[in-house]
Each structure stands twice: as structure tokens, then as C-alpha cells.
């Protein structure tokens, strides 16, 4: 399947002047996304099986003299490392064309693996989120499979702290649904897992579209096993919280066990049953303790805190300490570091902003409102 954007051609389809050695360097480019030097361009080339209009194979300085008419012509940028990349937004469209056929894809995939000894490599030497979110996208969409992902992932070991930002700029900025619908299904399904579970329900516009997918693939009977039990009940959190109550309710049917009973009565408090809707959180908890095997984190933070916010809604102390002890709990705290007056918890975190909300309500610390600000 070839995109039907008349941008998305090689780069002599935008400009007459070039040549085709131009569009061999230009879709190394943009296969690469990220600021690369002229050995790694050249070395990606002589993987893919590329050659110069002689019919040999290019070399750095080949790859130097085609690139300096690139960067002339507007269609490549140098960074102040001298590292050279392909122009948006072509750069973009063209490799997505790139990826959507297939054949294609996988060539660009063969020839990176090749390149970086993939498949028996110790490590790869990422230093930048950009350079790892270019090598998922390439992984991901000329790979197409959960084995090669993971395999990148084994691979992470020095750069684990680059691996959520990056992750999330592959699939997510910006998401393209037919990308995304080229992944075998348990890699879509793992993917969606990660992302929902790190983004959904905070508020993160950009995973919206990635919900949307995810909406339409369970209304259709064919793809609707993609979408998991679990999955379901944090589409269930984005249905809420769009005001489309019903539907969150709906999207939970025949799904079992303590965590949907924790969704069920979060969704009466936010209907407005606050006292019945925290009783009814507080044996699912319950049983949740016993099924889950821990004590805390029952339910993503992106929506417990409506409990929070029931009990706050009550009008006794006691309702309001029980709260503090729920957040206290959540936020990994000990009620000794977390007792009123006390600065162990961030009151910049997320449970930090409640804890210090529930102190100042219950006159245990100076009314501070700028820090809700």
C-alpha cells in the first residue's frame, strides 16, 4: 500500500533538479529520521544494496558530495554536531510511504538490522531519545512485530531512562492509524497496553487518537479481540471522561473480577453518589487486596481520586482522615513522614498536591492556595 499523498514521493518528484542518486541518499535520510554522519548513511545505503548512477557502491565522501546538493537545495538540515537529516515535513511523509509498503519497509528494517548486528548485538549505543525513537520507528513499522521490539528493548539496557519518552514520540507524535494498523495484532495490543496504562486519563492529548483507534477496533466484530480485558476498563476511564457515562458502563459488561467492581463504583461517585459509591469502592478494595495480591494501587490514579473526592464531600473529620490515609498510601508514603506539618512528601506530585489540599482543609497547614495554582 503506497500513500496517496503526492508529497510522499522520492525527492525528485518535488524537485526536477534531482537525480537519482539524490533520492538514494534522501530516502537513507528519511528512513534514518534522526541526525546521522556521512559512515552511518553510507553504511545504511551499502545494507539496502544501494549504488551511485556509476554503479558503485557509495562511500562517505559519495554520500558527502549528493548531501551537499541536498542541504543546497533546502531538502536536508545539518545540526551543529555536522550531522545531516532529511527536511520536514517531506522527510515524514516520505518515509511513512516508505513503511506502508511493504516491501519497502521491511528492506529499510533488513538493512538497519544488518547494519547494527541487531539480532546479536549487547547493546546499542543511543545517547539521544531522538536517535531511540527513530530506531522504534523503524523497528515498528518495518518490522511489524512484537519479537523485534522486545528485542530492541533487551537491547535498553543503558539507555532504560530514554525508553518512555521515546516510545511515546514513535507512536504517538504524531499517531498515524494506518502505520498502526500495519502492526500484527499482538503488537498493537502491547503497544496500546504500554501507552494507555503510562497516558490515558491524565489529560494527554496526544493519546487520544491512539483511545479513538482503540474505540473503533472494539466496536468491530474482527478486531475486537485486540482489545484486552484491561484495556477495556481504561477505555472505560476515557468513555467517563468524556461525559459518556453509559458507555464506560457498557464497555465493562463481561468483564470480571475486583477491578471492574473498583471502575463500577468510581463511576457512581462521579454520577454523584458519594457516600454509596465509596462504600461500594471500599469492599471492592477489599476484595481487589486478595486478587491482586497488594494493598495499594488497585486502581490507576487517573481516576481513584474520585474516591478521594467522595470522601472529602462528607462532612465528618473522619471522612476526611480516611481520605488522607488512602492518598498517604498511594504516594509510597509512611504515616510517620506523611503526618500533618511534615515536607517528605512532594507537594508538587500528584499525591502531593492532595495531601497538602486535605492538610489545609483540616486546618493541619497554612492555607497555601497557589500551590493548586
Known amino acids: 500500500m503506497n500513500s496517496t499523498n503526492p508529497a510522499a514521493g522520492d525527492v525528485t518528484t518535488i524537485d526536477l533538479t534531482m537525480t537519482p542518486e539524490d533520492a538514494t541518499v534522501h530516502d537513507t535520510l528519511c528512513a534514518l529520521q534522526a541526525p546521522s554522519g556521512m559512515q552511518r548513511v553510507s553504511d545504511l545505503i551499502t545494507a539496502v544494496g544501494g549504488r551511485t548512477a556509476r554503479g558503485s557502491a557509495f562511500n562517505p565522501m559519495e554520500v558527502k558530495r549528493v548531501t551537499e546538493r541536498l542541504l543546497a537545495a533546502g531538502h536536508a538540515t545539518r545540526d551543529?554536531?555536522?550531522?545531516?537529516?532529511?527536511?520536514?515535513?517531506?522527510?515524514?511523509?516520505?518515509?511513512?510511504?516508505?513503511?506502508?509498503?511493504?516491501?519497502?519497509?521491511?528492506?529499510?528494517?533488513?538493512a538497519w538490522r544488518k547494519l547494527n548486528d541487531f539480532d546479536r548485538a549487547y547493546s546499542l549505543g543511543f545517547q539521544e531519545e531522538e536517535q531511540l525513537a527513530a530506531a522504534m520507528r523503524l523497528v515498528l513499522f518495518g518490522g511489524r512485530k512484537l519479537s523485534h521490539v522486545r528485542r530492541l528493548g533487551e537491547l535498553a539496557y543503558s539507555f532504560t531512562h530514554l525508553w518512555v519518552g521515546a516510545l511515546q514520540k514513535a507512536v504517538l507524535q504524531p499517531f498515524d492509524s494506518a502505520l498502526f494498523g500495519s502492526l500484527e495484532p499482538p503488537l498493537q495490543t502491547d503497544l496500546a497496553q504500554r501507552l494507555m496504562t503510562l497516558l490515558s486519563g491524565f489529560s494527554e492529548v496526544g493519546v487520544r487518537p491512539?483511545?479513538?483507534?482503540?474505540?473503533?477496533?472494539?466496536?468491530?466484530?474482527?478486531?475486537?479481540?485486540?482489545?484486552?480485558?484491561?484495556?477495556?476498563?481504561?477505555?472505560?476511564?476515557?468513555?467517563?471522561?468524556?461525559?459518556?457515562?453509559?458507555?464506560?458502563?457498557?464497555?465493562?459488561?463481561?468483564?470480571?473480577?475486583?477491578?471492574?467492581?473498583?471502575?463500577?463504583?468510581?463511576?457512581?461517585?462521579?454520577?454523584?453518589?458519594?457516600?454509596a459509591g465509596a462504600?461500594?469502592?471500599?469492599?471492592?478494595?477489599?476484595?481487589?487486596?486478595?486478587?491482586?495480591?497488594?494493598?495499594?494501587?488497585?486502581?490507576?490514579?487517573?481516576?481513584?481520586?474520585?474516591?478521594?473526592?467522595?470522601?472529602?464531600?462528607?462532612?465528618?473529620?473522619?471522612?476526611?482522615?480516611?481520605?488522607?490515609?488512602?492518598?498517604?498510601?498511594?504516594?509510597?508514603?509512611?504515616?510517620?513522614?506523611?503526618?500533618?506539618?511534615?515536607?517528605?512528601?512532594?507537594?508538587y506530585s500528584y499525591?502531593?498536591?492532595?495531601?497538602?489540599?486535605?492538610?489545609?482543609?483540616?486546618?493541619?497547614?497554612?492555607?497555601?492556595?497557589?500551590?493548586?495554582?
Request: some cysteine; overall charge positive.
Open 279 to 347: 462504600t461500594e469502592f471500599e469492599l471492592a478494595a477489599k476484595q481487589a487486596v486478595l486478587d491482586l495480591g497488594r494493598r495499594k494501587h488497585l486502581v490507576s490514579p487517573s481516576i481513584s481520586w474520585l474516591y478521594v473526592m467522595a470522601l472529602l464531600s462528607q462532612t465528618t473529620p473522619a471522612a476526611w482522615s480516611k481520605a488522607r490515609k488512602f492518598v498517604v498510601s498511594e504516594a509510597g508514603l509512611s504515616p510517620a513522614k506523611a503526618a500533618p506539618g511534615k515536607r517528605d512528601a512532594d507537594p
Open 80 to 110: 551543529n554536531q555536522g550531522r545531516v537529516q532529511a527536511t520536514w515535513p517531506h522527510a515524514a511523509e516520505r518515509f511513512r510511504s516508505m513503511m506502508l509498503d511493504t516491501v519497502r519497509g521491511t528492506a529499510w528494517f533488513d
Open 351 to 373: 499525591w502531593g498536591v492532595w495531601i497538602d489540599a486535605i492538610d489545609q482543609r483540616m486546618g493541619d497547614a497554612p492555607k497555601t492556595a497557589q500551590r493548586f495554582c
Open 210 to 275: 491512539l483511545e479513538d483507534w482503540l474505540l473503533r477496533a472494539h466496536a468491530d466484530p474482527i478486531s475486537a479481540s485486540l482489545v484486552t480485558a484491561s484495556l477495556r476498563l481504561r477505555l472505560s476511564e476515557t468513555l467517563l471522561f468524556r461525559d459518556q457515562a453509559e458507555k464506560a458502563r457498557a464497555m465493562c459488561a463481561n468483564v470480571s473480577g475486583a477491578s471492574v467492581n473498583l471502575h463500577l463504583s468510581l463511576f457512581n461517585i462521579a454520577e454523584g453518589q458519594w457516600s
